[in-house]
């Protein structure tokens, strides 16, 4: 299998980001879906310096499928169901590759118990927390036609890259 070219990201607005994705019926229906993500995955983060998740809608294809590059690591995901949500909750700064200088606040389970199959069909349990648990919890929602935006924490949960960044270079206020 040789490098494919990369998908187009369906962008914010685009109303099949809002549709809810379908089970595959089997891996060698997968197979192509994850083909292609991983290739995307690595056009965008070449281009934007960033991106460890792209989930299946977000290359126009309604299937349950995720594939994630973290830490050294590939996952791909076949039907993945969550089989438990931590009640301990965490807040953080994400960002999506449907809107990618836009960052958003949100609050999210700090661990996850997620059950799926992988490119061949072998049932797997992955237990994650803090990031990983994050980015789970962002590429499933994917499925459900559910982005970050839907998960702001208030309505000032929201900041361009732009702004994410001049904040985190600029020393803090001194004190009063």
Same mark, same amino acid.
């Given at each position: 299998?040789?490098?494919?070219?990369?998908?187009?990201?369906?962008?914010? /607005?685009? #109303?099949?980001?809002? +549709?809810?994705?379908?089970?595959?019926?089997?891996?060698?229906?997968?197979?192509?879906?994850?083909?292609?993500?991983?290739? @995307?995955?690595?056009? *965008?983060?070449?281009?934007?310096?960033? /991106?460890?998740?792209?989930?299946?809608?977000?290359?126009?294809? #309604?299937?349950?499928?995720?594939?994630? !590059?973290? !830490?050294?690591?590939?996952? &791909?995901?076949?039907? %993945?169901? =969550? !089989?438990?949500?931590?009640? !301990?909750?965490?807040?953080?700064? $994400? $960002?999506? *590759?449907? =809107? %990618?200088?836009?960052?958003?606040?949100?609050?999210?389970?700090?661990?996850?118990?997620?059950?799926?199959?992988?490119?061949? /069909?072998? %049932?797997? @349990?992955?237990?994650? &927390?803090?990031?990983?648990?994050?980015?789970?919890?962002?590429?499933?929602?994917?499925?459900? /036609?559910?982005?970050?935006?839907?998960?702001?924490?208030?309505?000032?949960? =929201?900041?361009?890259?732009? +702004?994410?960044?001049?904040?985190? &270079?600029?020393?803090?206020?001194? #004190?009063?």
């Amino acid at each position: 299998m040789g490098l494919m070219p990369a998908r187009r990201i369906l962008q914010l /607005g685009d #109303p099949t980001l809002r +549709e809810k994705s379908r089970h595959v019926a089997s891996p060698i229906d997968a197979a192509p879906i994850l083909e292609d993500l991983r290739d @995307t995955l690595h056009d *965008f983060r070449s281009n934007h310096g960033f /991106g460890r998740g792209i989930s299946a809608i977000q290359i126009g294809r #309604p299937a349950r499928v995720i594939y994630i !590059e973290f !830490e050294g690591k590939r996952h &791909s995901l076949l039907n %993945p169901v =969550f !089989e438990s949500l931590s009640e !301990e909750r965490i807040r953080l700064w $994400d $960002d999506c *590759f449907s =809107f %990618p200088d836009l960052l958003v606040y949100v609050e999210r389970s700090s661990a996850v118990v997620l059950r799926y199959l992988d490119e061949r /069909g072998e %049932p797997h @349990t992955l237990q994650a &927390s803090g990031a990983l648990s994050e980015l789970l919890q962002h590429e499933m929602d994917h499925l459900d /036609g559910i982005l970050a935006i839907d998960r702001a924490v208030d309505r000032d949960s =929201f900041r361009t890259r732009e +702004e994410h960044r001049r904040r985190l &270079s600029s020393p803090p206020p001194a #004190p009063r």
